[in-house]
């Protein structure tokens, strides 16, 4: 289930000093009285049971990686050997179409087999963009919003064949970019390649960027337009891959041991010494980083570390709050966690699992742009339940279908996907 804003780029290569992993960090304001809320105690409000009965429409067919836009829910049928059909529709396991109002069936495209096999990364601009999987290859595919096809990559291309392939890694104003990197325009041709691993764009650049950022034995800023090279940072002989960029600075980890800031072809600075290192996400300028052993808030423009704290699980940041599902296993149970953006301070803390057997936990969060206080967490627990969480950290609703639950999506219906097919209720 479950993105990222501005700064002075002069102002920032003026003030910027290389920063060490040993230097000055915050310390995260202390947990020990935190609160843990289980919804299964008297700790916490009683949650209302979510009815399902109660919807507003239903697709009689379960879906998954579903997303909601230009009014329509997009998303994968789910072709499951233990799903029991005994509807009138014919499971296809491809890419579908539903009104997002009246859950009206628009289209289906293509279909695969229960198993490793379908389609994914769905990706929603002018078109819908998806990678289609197998046992053996990843190749993309546009459809447009009719249900046609508007063109596919190969399976499988010869030097021969003038045709394309890779994995899908974006798509923005009718040009989508494939790991190569390889830019295909509305009509399937390749408007221009270079080599590289990874591509971002400036979350500060409007709809329709100039400039993309790609990492892999150096880093380039590529003019979308014809893929001339704006400028280039080389760095040592490491696999570089660009994570976010905002307002000209490419955030990049090397070897997933250093993150480096670059700007303008040049380092703005480096950060060392961590091991197995994730980028979660930037926001507010600040860049939330992850190794093998905690979490780290660097400031995007400095590269001080703000603050480090142990911090596991599925991790997202919304609204200056970094969210936290951790998987629980026997004897620990799973938890979802609050904690401030600025100085790490842990919020709130609730127990969602039983801690008698390994789960997994996954989450949505909807209210983005309605401050912290309208947030509502989402968290699935396996296949079996759902809660929704408060900004407070009281669970204030919960699930637990007769069958298996596959995906949660929030829009202006909240849509639950399982066995049964997709239910759109109305806001809780």
């Known amino acids: 289930m479950l993105v990222a804003e501005s700064m002075n780029r002069r102002a920032l290569l003026a003030a910027a000093t290389t920063a060490g992993i040993a230097g000055c960090v915050g310390t995260p304001k202390s947990n020990t009285n935190t609160p843990v809320k289980n919804p299964e105690s008297g700790n916490v409000n009683a949650a209302s049971k979510i009815d399902l009965s109660e919807y507003t429409w239903k697709h009689e067919i379960p879906g998954e990686d579903m997303v909601v836009s230009e009014g329509r829910v997009f998303g994968q049928e789910v072709n499951s050997r233990s799903i029991q059909n005994e509807s009138e529709w014919e499971i296809s396991g491809g890419v579908f179409s539903l009104n997002a109002r009246t859950g009206d069936h628009q289209w289906t495209y293509g279909s695969s087999h229960a198993g490793m096999s379908g389609f994914r990364t769905p990706i929603v601009t002018d078109a819908v963009y998806v990678n289609k999987v197998n046992d053996v290859a990843t190749w993309p595919i546009a459809i447009e919003f009719n249900g046609t096809e508007r063109w596919a990559g190969s399976e499988s291309p010869s030097e021969t064949e003038d045709v394309f392939s890779g994995q ?32 971002q764009f400036d979350s500060t650049a409007g709809e329709r960027p100039e400039t993309a950022y790609s990492a892999g034995e150096e880093v380039v800023a590529l003019d979308t337009a014809d893929g001339s090279v704006r400028w280039r940072y080389e760095h040592e002989p490491e696999r570089s891959v660009v994570h976010a960029v905002s307002d000209g600075v490419a955030y990049v980890t090397a070897d997933r041991e250093s993150i480096i800031a670059v700007v303008d072809g040049n380092a703005l600075w480096r950060q060392d010494s961590l091991s197995r290192m994730a980028v979660l996400g930037f926001e507010s300028d600040t860049l939330l980083v992850s190794d093998a052993s905690q979490v780290y808030a660097f400031d995007g423009r400095t590269g001080e570390k703000q603050w480090a704290r142990k911090m596991e699980g599925d991790i997202q940041i919304h609204n200056n709050r970094v969210y936290a599902a951790k998987t629980g296993s026997i004897g620990q149970p799973s938890t979802v966690s609050a904690f401030a953006l600025d100085d790490g301070a842990e919020i709130w803390r609730i127990e969602v699992g039983d801690a008698e057997e390994y789960e997994h936990l996954s989450m949505e969060i909807s209210g983005n742009d309605r401050g912290v206080a309208e947030q509502s967490l989402f968290v699935q627990i396996e296949n079996r339940k759902l809660h929704r969480i408060n900004s407070e950290g009281e669970v204030t609703h919960t699930l637990t279908p007769e069958n298996a639950l596959h995906d949660v999506a929030v829009d202006d219906h909240i849509l639950i996907s399982t066995d049964s097919g997709i239910y759109a209720l109305d806001s809780l």
């Open 168 to 199: 899908l890694l974006d798509a923005t104003y009718g040009v989508a970019y494939l790991s190569g990197i390889n830019a295909v325009d509305a009509a399937g041709d390749v408007l221009w390649s270079y080599p590289g691993t990874s591509v």
